[in-house]
Structure formats: C-alpha cells, structure tokens
C-alpha cells in the first residue's frame, strides 16, 4: 500500500507542478514614453519623415521601434505598446523627402528614457537641395505654350524650369526634385 500511497501523493503534486508552467505568466517592464518632433526652420511640424528608435544593449544596437512624423511633425515610439522599456536608446532620422538636417544636427541621437518619462527629441530639417541640373538648348523657339506647361508643372513642385533667349531658341535650364517627373 505505501507504494500505492507514494504515486497517489506524487500525481496531484506533478499536475500542479505542469499547470504552473502552462500558465501565461506576465512581467511588465518599466515604460517610458518617447516621441521625435520634426520641425523646419519657422518651428513648423514637418510630416512624412522616417524616424527609426534603436536600442543600445550590450555594446550592440537594435532597431526596437519605428514611426513617421504627422502633420504636426511628432512620430511616437511604441505608442500602441503604452510607450517603450526603459533604457538607453538613440533616434535615427531617414528622409525619402525634400528634407535633410538642418546645420548644427545630428543624427543618431542618443536618449536614455526611464520608467515614467515623457521625452521629445526635437529634430531641426532644412529643404534638401538636391536638385538635378541639365542645360539644354530647345530645338525651335520657345512659345508661350510650352513656357506656360512647363510654369504649370513648376508651381505643382514635379519640375523646376528656368530660361533665357538665346538666339532666338530658349535655352533651358532643367531641374528634378526626388519623387518629381525627370
């Protein structure tokens, strides 16, 4: 009968032992919010600019969190996880737009955020001057047509044109922006 009694005794205890493991236990990690505020020389929020939050451990850095600056030129790091743990980081801005830091910046700023902070890192940006420049000679006189299409596309910001006489031709002079019609 002992033997009988030691395995009865040994069963609930394992079963416990297994349910215990089963469980989803949660730990919450201290959360600290950080936001990039990307704004222009007039203090003016500057949306669309790729903000990247890397996280420094142990010598190494991980991409942990990214966003996009709004219209009002804030990117939030790990808003729908309630902010980010704790730690040391630092913010790295890309740009796919007309922008780039403005004199004086830095990329790759470092931040440390701590359980309950509440942290914006401004970012100044200037427009980019990365416009591609062609000269060329018009093959017949320019008219007030193609000056008024190529004024039009201009104003939309796809093309930049400017012009003189030239021999009674117009010479042009052509400019891209990224994103812009070549």
């Given amino acids: 009968m002992p033997l009988f009694r030691r395995q009865f005794t040994l069963l609930p205890a394992f079963g ?7 469980c989803n236990v949660t730990t919450t990690s201290p ?3 950080l936001s990039a ?3 222009d020389a007039n203090d003016v929020g500057v949306q669309g600019i790729l903000l ?21 030129g804030i990117g939030e790091f790990g808003a729908s996880d309630g902010g980010v743990i704790a730690g040391e980081y ?3 801005v890309r740009f796919v737009t007309q922008y780039e830091l403005a004199p004086g910046e830095s990329n790759d700023r470092p931040v440390t955020v701590n359980e309950g902070d509440n942290i914006v890192v401004t970012v100044r940006v200037v427009p980019k ?10 093959k017949e006189p320019a008219n007030k047509e193609t000056l008024a299409v ?3 596309a201009r104003e939309m910001g796809v093309l930049s044109v400017g012009w003189h006489a030239a021999n009674g031709h117009a010479a042009m002079l052509k400019s891209w922006r ?3 019609i070549p």
Avoid at 16 to 22: H, N
Avoid at 131 to 137: G, L
């Fill in 16 to 22: 416990l032992l297994l349910g215990a493991v089963s």
């Fill in 31 to 33: 959360l600290g919010r």
């Fill in 37 to 39: 505020k990307v704004i």
């Fill in 52 to 72: 990247d939050l890397y996280k420094v451990e142990g010598g190494r850095s991980i991409l942990w969190r990214a966003s996009l600056s709004s219209s009002d």
């Fill in 90 to 92: 630092f913010i790295r």
């Fill in 129 to 138: 001057n990365n416009e591609h420049e062609v000269a060329q000679i018009a």
């Fill in 150 to 152: 190529l004024e039009a």
């Fill in 178 to 180: 990224i994103g812009g």
